[in-house]
């Protein structure tokens, strides 16, 4: 039976300075070798057999002889803040549900559209269900308007028209979104579905982009406008404590 090789001290050296390099480029975005390599401290040809290496595992992207992290690094990265997310937000999804007796529910942004991830069920006898893992238009969502106004507006995003609520005209889009920045929160007024409203708050990861959303949905009978406009800052105070929980430390809330 061939024995296993045990790593040694220059394997480990190794794999730290692979990790500084890509600290390195994570804070540069975009560097060449010669200003990365004075950064870090490396020699030229050290730095570029680290940057090969990365490269074939796809950690780091090369072009025009600049260097930046690349695919395979972001989904770690993706795989790790999406774990953290559900632990950052569940317990805050828990509380609100309980204290306001509505169901509960995060997304995150998928393409043209928002992917739930969980959902904590209100205990009213009548709520509603939106099973982890079903998709939903970004237009005429509570969660999706949330994308759109603070991740942007992707080209070619379809107004499809659900009820006679949704918005299908981009300069009424357009409009919404302004207002759902200025205030903090979107609403979904019965625009995916009649009798269904939902009013929904942004969480930020780290760097202060936004990775997901929170969102509060009922019956419309019981939900009213005023309704939703009034629990809306509870909605957006369990997103900020969810934020701060990633690691967020900016000024928006």
Same mark, same amino acid.
């Given at each position: 039976?061939?024995?296993?090789?045990?790593?040694?001290?220059?394997?480990?050296?190794?794999?730290?300075?692979?990790? &500084?390099?890509?600290?390195?480029?994570?804070?540069?975005?975009?560097?060449?070798?010669?200003?990365?390599?004075?950064?870090?401290?490396?020699? &030229?040809?050290?730095?570029?057999?680290?940057?090969?290496?990365?490269?074939?595992?796809?950690?780091?992207?090369?072009?025009?002889?600049?260097?930046?992290?690349?695919? &395979?690094?972001?989904?770690?990265?993706?795989?790790?803040?999406?774990?953290?997310?559900?632990?950052?937000?569940?317990?805050?999804?828990?509380?609100?549900?309980?204290?306001?007796?509505?169901?509960?529910?995060?997304?995150?942004?998928?393409?043209?559209?928002?992917?739930?991830?969980?959902?904590?069920?209100?205990?009213?006898?009548?709520?509603?269900?939106?099973?982890?893992?079903?998709?939903?238009?970004?237009?005429?969502?509570?969660?999706?308007?949330?994308?759109?106004?603070?991740?942007?507006?992707?080209?070619?995003?379809?107004?499809?028209?659900?009820?006679?609520?949704?918005?299908?005209?981009?300069?009424?889009?357009? +409009?919404?979104?302004?207002?759902?920045?200025?205030?903090?929160?979107?609403?979904?007024?019965?625009?995916? +579905?009649?009798?269904?409203?939902?009013?929904?708050?942004?969480?930020?990861?780290?760097?202060?982009?936004?990775?997901?959303?929170?969102?509060?949905?009922?019956?419309?009978?019981?939900?009213?406008? +005023?309704?939703?406009?009034?629990?809306?800052?509870?909605?957006?105070?369990?997103?900020? &404590?969810?934020?701060?929980?990633?690691?967020?430390?900016?000024?928006?809330?």
């Amino acid at each position: 039976m061939a024995r296993r090789r045990k790593e040694g001290p220059e394997e480990v050296r190794t794999l730290e300075r692979g990790l &500084k390099v890509l600290e390195a480029l994570a804070e540069a975005r975009a560097v060449g070798l010669t200003p990365l390599a004075e950064r870090l401290g490396f020699s &030229k040809s050290t730095l570029y057999r680290l940057l090969q290496t990365l490269a074939r595992r796809g950690f780091v992207e090369e072009e025009g002889g600049l260097y930046r992290v690349g695919p &395979k690094a972001f989904a770690v990265g993706r795989a790790y803040l999406s774990q953290n997310l559900l632990l950052a937000a569940r317990p805050e999804m828990e509380a609100l549900a309980e204290a306001v007796g509505e169901s509960v529910n995060l997304a995150v942004p998928a393409g043209l559209e928002a992917l739930y991830v969980d959902q904590v069920e209100g205990p009213k006898l009548v709520r509603l269900f939106t099973a982890p893992g079903s998709r939903a238009p970004l237009h005429a969502t509570g969660v999706g308007k949330v994308f759109l106004a603070f991740r942007g507006v992707p080209e070619g995003l379809p107004l499809t028209p659900f009820t006679p609520h949704t918005l299908t005209q981009r300069e009424d889009l357009e +409009e919404e979104l302004r207002a759902v920045r200025a205030r903090g929160y979107a609403l979904d007024n019965e625009e995916k +579905e009649l009798g269904v409203r939902c009013v929904a708050a942004p969480l930020f990861g780290p760097d202060g982009r936004v990775v997901a959303a929170l969102s509060l949905s009922a019956p419309a009978s019981r939900l009213t406008l +005023e309704e939703a406009h009034r629990l809306a800052p509870r909605v957006v105070e369990a997103a900020r &404590k969810a934020s701060l929980r990633l690691g967020y430390t900016g000024g928006v809330y």
